[in-house]
């Protein structure tokens, strides 16, 4: 394994649907972060785990939405009853120190 | 708080100019970490450089070279002879110390090399 990947790449979604997103880290990097990036901004902060601990969570992480990292090996994204404004790409990042590396991210519509 | 801005929304060139992209943070912290990363189509983002707020050498790495200033808290990026394969958004990045904090990421700057 030599990179960051995510599954799926693309998900297309009904309104209301709930949706299960994958990250798996470089192997042997401890932190693992979530991001969202909505069409021309940055990347934007949701959520960070050193190995299974979820350490911080952005205020954009709302309610309807919850990442897990068991046994501090790959990371999963929910997003329970999605709502429009949640189409976006949705990318993980996993580092050791300050040296990080992006999945190719996985791009939601939801419709 | 911190912030960095990219002030060049857009940019075209023609191949083989050179350009210089934007970067210019905010942060208290006296140790800090900045970044540039490429977004091709493709979506991905691509790791290009990491420079600590304690080395303030600039870098030279082929056609790519950064110009770090902290006396005007700048980072910019140069791309000499550009080539259509650098058309991109790049964004500039900055972590604040090295205990897992988040980055913050600039808005980006879209890179069009016209043939």
């Known amino acids: 394994d030599t990179g960051v990947s995510q599954d799926p790449r693309h998900k297309i979604t009904k309104r209301g649907q709930n949706v299960t997103f994958r990250c798996d880290p470089i192997s042997e990097h401890n932190r693992l972060y979530w991001y969202r990036q909505t069409l021309g901004q940055g990347p934007e902060f949701l959520t960070y785990f050193q190995n299974e601990a979820q350490l911080e969570k952005s205020r954009l992480l709302s309610d309807r939405f919850s990442a897990e990292r068991p046994k501090g090996s790959f990371s999963t994204l929910e997003i329970q009853r999605t709502e429009q404004g949640d189409s976006a790409m949705y990318l993980c990042?996993?580092?050791?120190?300050?040296?990080?590396?992006f999945g190719q991210g996985t791009r939601l519509t939801v419709v | 708080a911190q912030k960095v801005t990219q002030a060049q929304t857009e940019i075209s060139v023609v191949e083989k100019e050179d350009v210089t992209l934007d970067c210019v943070y905010e942060t208290r912290d006296t140790t800090y970490y900045l970044f540039w990363y490429k977004q091709p189509p493709s979506g991905e983002l691509v790791f290009l450089i990491r420079?600590?707020?304690?080395?303030?050498q600039n870098e030279i790495s082929g056609r790519y070279s950064w110009n770090f200033q902290k006396s005007t808290s700048s980072f910019n990026f140069t791309i000499t002879a550009s080539q259509v394969v650098d058309s991109a958004v790049y964004f500039c990045a900055l972590i604040w110390d090295n205990y897992g904090q988040n980055f913050v990421f600039g808005p980006g700057t879209r890179l069009s090399v016209l043939p």
């Open positions: 420079r600590n707020s304690f080395d303030e």
């Open positions: 990042a996993s580092t050791r120190n300050t040296e990080a590396f």
